[in-house]
């Protein structure tokens, strides 16, 4: 995860944060435009995300229930003020892009396929998200009436376009279930191991309880994404656990994630 040394002005901190900002090293630790994060070095160590107001408020939600499960990291603050600000300790340990594991590709591999399979048997019971299926495919509508339709996830693939995707999801959307805990963009980058141990999963603003096979997508995109090869496809499925996988449904999800 990259990290800036920073000097931030500490007046643009809510007043709550003042003295945990105190005398600590700050580094920018973004990865996107629609929110700020900075790593607080003190202590065992925090992240501070920032966002337009009401723009974390399920992220917060979730990871108090992924934390309060094991999964995720603990929950220090949330406060929604002029912007929305989610204080979380830092979870051990170094995601999924860490060269020490991309150095190993199919154990890791194997290890993101079983962390999956763990955290979609887990009980949802109690999710604040109760229905994460009716969000995911209310998104891609609007976006697909707002002309948004983006083949580049699957380059080698020749996509139909936005009009036949779009009456493929609609033919194809009563496959999808909402009955297994998603961590809604299960990339590498989101999942924290410390030494090859599972630690816990991060940035869980689409979670909630919804299809597993869109959690089984993403797994497979962001091997071959950071691996830059598609040949451990197959090998993630299997460790997965094919019993639980409708091919069928993976490629909906896939023609879903071209509106975004």
């Not at 107001?53 to 990291?73: H, N």
């Not at 290890?111 to 209310?138: F, S």
């Not at 980058?189 to 089984?216: C, E, M, Q, T, Y």
Request: charged residues 25%; hydrophobic residues 35%.
């Amino acid at each position: 995860m990259k990290k800036t040394l920073i000097s931030p002005n500490y007046d643009t901190f809510p007043s709550e944060f003042h003295s945990l900002l105190s005398g600590a090293d700050i580094y920018d630790s973004s990865c996107s435009p629609e929110a700020r994060v900075i790593f607080i070095d003190k202590e065992g160590g925090y992240y501070l995300k920032s966002a337009p107001k009401g723009k974390l408020k399920k992220e917060a939600q979730m990871t108090r229930f992924f934390g309060e499960k094991g999964l995720g990291a603990t929950v220090l603050s949330y406060l929604s003020l002029e912007h929305d600000w989610l204080l979380t300790a830092r979870v051990p340990g170094e995601d999924c892009t860490h060269p020490t594991y991309l150095a190993d590709p199919i154990r890791l591999c194997d290890t993101i396929a079983a962390l999956l399979r763990t955290l979609h048997e887990t009980d949802p019971k109690g999710c604040p998200i109760e229905n994460r299926t009716v969000d995911y495919l209310a998104t891609a509508e609007r976006n697909f009436h707002a002309g948004m339709y983006d083949t580049s996830l699957t380059p080698d693939k020749v996509c139909p376009n936005a009009t036949r995707s779009w009456e493929l999801v609609e033919e194809g959307k009563q496959l999808l279930k909402s009955d297994t805990l998603l961590h809604g963009d299960y990339c590498l980058p989101n999942i924290i191991l410390d030494n090859w141990k599972f630690s816990g999963f991060i940035d869980l603003d689409g979670a909630g309880v919804g299809d597993r096979h869109i959690d089984l997508f993403w797994g497979a995109w962001t091997l071959r994404y950071n691996l830059h090869t598609d040949r451990y496809r197959e090998r993630f499925f299997d460790a997965y656990g094919r019993d639980k996988i409708d091919p069928n449904i993976i490629e909906l999800v896939e023609i879903i994630e071209r509106f975004g």
